[in-house]
């Protein structure tokens, strides 16, 4: 039996294929974790289907209220202008459904967690102090999104036993994956690894990635999060926190 509020899970979107295709799979991970749970895919652009179109099938459908959860891993411009903007609509379109917007996925230690993970499968483990970490973002014009990312970096070079760990960015925010990689090899690294602070793949992962290996051949890149068990419980918990009648089930 489904919950009678839906959980709508929003994402950017892109025109990159796999970027859509990832997020629906880590969709897929919360649905298997929590099968009671109505949980529907939407994208802010580039991707089908758009918020405001899901939203309004809610409401269609004679749903009295609905949860937006931003799969975004900051709060910057797309949480802080596009979602509202959306939702701010759907309510004018619609005005018996009640719209919820959680918080954003990020800063929590379960994306650390995945990330870390992700490094560790491209071969890039803990305790090896010939090896620096980039840890790459999108960049943002908002410098406290960028600030989170710069701390789990600092995080990961005071704690992981390797030559370092920098936080670089591939717009919008400096530094960039070049001088990254350099003040990394100032500090002793021999050897590269490129972490991911990305959802899903798509341009701006392709640029760091490119930019790491033109830096260092031999990088070793990591994947985005993706469909991580622990993301997808972070999604999970977003919900509850903002639909309280679920706290109880499903924080």
């Not at 070793?220 to 999970?236: I, K, Q, Y």
């Amino acid at each position: 039996m489904r919950t009678a509020v839906p959980l709508v899970a929003v994402a950017h979107g892109s025109r990159d294929s796999r970027s859509a295709a990832n997020v629906a799979a880590l969709v897929e991970v919360v649905r298997a974790l929590r099968p009671g749970l109505d949980v529907r895919l939407a994208f802010l652009d580039l991707s089908a289907p758009r918020l405001g179109d899901v939203l309004a099938a809610v409401a269609g459908e004679g749903c009295r209220r609905a949860v937006v959860v931003p799969l975004l891993l900051g709060s910057a411009y797309h949480a802080r202008v596009d979602v509202p903007a959306v939702v701010a609509e759907a309510r004018s379109r619609h005005p018996r459904l009640e719209v919820l917007v959680s918080d954003v996925l990020g800063p929590d230690p379960r994306l650390e967690s995945a990330a870390l993970r992700r490094l560790a499968a491209a071969g890039a483990r803990p305790g090896d102090p010939d090896l620096g970490v980039v840890l790459a973002a999108a960049g943002s014009s908002h410098p406290p999104a960028n600030a989170v990312v710069a701390e789990v970096a600092r995080r990961w070079a005071d704690g992981a036993g390797w030559a370092g760990a920098e936080p670089a960015f591939a717009a919008a925010a400096a530094p960039d994956v070049a001088t990254a990689v350099e003040r990394l090899r100032a500090r002793g690294a021999r050897r590269i690894a490129l972490g991911s602070w990305f959802l899903a793949p798509g341009l701006l992962p392709d640029r760091v990635r490119e930019q790491v290996l033109a830096a260092d051949p031999r990088a070793v890149v990591a994947d985005p999060l993706g469909p991580d068990p622990e993301v997808a419980e972070l999604v999970v918990q977003r919900y509850a926190t903002a639909e309280p009648s679920m706290t109880a089930r499903y924080a």
